[in-house]
């Protein structure tokens, strides 16, 4: 079976520069999370999804972060405009049903704003 | 003050020391808790569980101290594949979905 499967892996960016990373949770996994992580501030979450339904998105920082999920396979993470703060590793994680708490995380997105 | 606290260590110990991490949270109304690892630049993964009276996986043993608010990790028999970030993980309280508090974790280094 798959994992969560992120892309890019990477991305570097110019200030201003619209970023949108993208997000395949493992298939079956009713919840989908995504997660930014910083030496400063560890592991945050910005927003979370059950069904492609957003839940709670109390983590999003500002409204240059917007997150969709048009359906079930697949997610998205905006950034726009892009700043160097928002510069970290961005996460995306999915969990079952019967296992909410029991998170996969996928490889991540190291995100550099310059 | 952070929700959830750990030590950032680094811990440096030899290989079959036994080794213990705490962490404490902040919220008393919080109700499931939970390890995770993460390995250099890679994505964190769930360690373990944590249950109110205490729980063992192998090496590993976690046990909750609701009165303390703290958690606490033990490893014995360190191995050198166990050098990893450990993040202690908070359910806020019961009515707050499904959002989790990660800890900024606790490194581990095992060495030869």
């Known amino acids: 079976d798959a994992g969560v499967i992120q892309s890019p892996r990477h991305e570097v960016t110019e200030m201003g520069q619209e970023v949108t990373l993208r997000c395949k949770p493992i298939s079956g996994h009713d919840y989908l999370f995504w997660y930014r992580q910083t030496m400063m501030r560890g592991l945050e979450l910005l927003i979370y999804f059950n069904n492609n339904v957003p839940i709670d998105d109390s983590g999003m920082p500002e409204d240059r972060f917007s997150a969709k999920m048009p359906n079930a396979s697949f997610s998205t993470l905006k950034i726009q405009p892009s700043e160097p703060r928002d510069s970290a590793v961005y996460f995306c994680?999915?969990?079952?049903?019967?296992?909410?708490?029991?998170?996969?995380f996928g490889p991540g997105t190291r995100l550099t704003v310059t | 003050r952070k929700e959830v606290e750990q030590d950032p260590g680094p811990f440096n110990v030899p290989e079959g020391a036994t080794v213990a991490f705490n962490c404490t949270y902040s919220n008393s109304a919080s109700q499931s808790f939970f390890w995770y690892r993460q390995d250099c630049r890679k994505e964190p993964k769930l360690l373990m569980s944590?249950?109110?009276s205490g729980n063992e996986d192998g090496r590993f043993t976690a046990q909750l101290n609701r009165a303390s608010q703290y958690i606490s990790l033990l490893i014995r028999d360190s191995k050198l594949s166990d050098s990893a970030t450990y993040l202690c993980?908070?359910?806020?309280?019961?009515?707050?979905?499904?959002?989790?508090?990660f800890g900024k974790g606790t490194s581990l280094l095992v060495t030869p």
């Open positions: 944590v249950y109110s």
């Open positions: 993980v908070v359910k806020p309280q019961e009515n707050s979905g499904y959002a989790l508090n």
């Open positions: 994680a999915s969990s079952p049903r019967t296992g909410p708490y029991e998170q996969y």
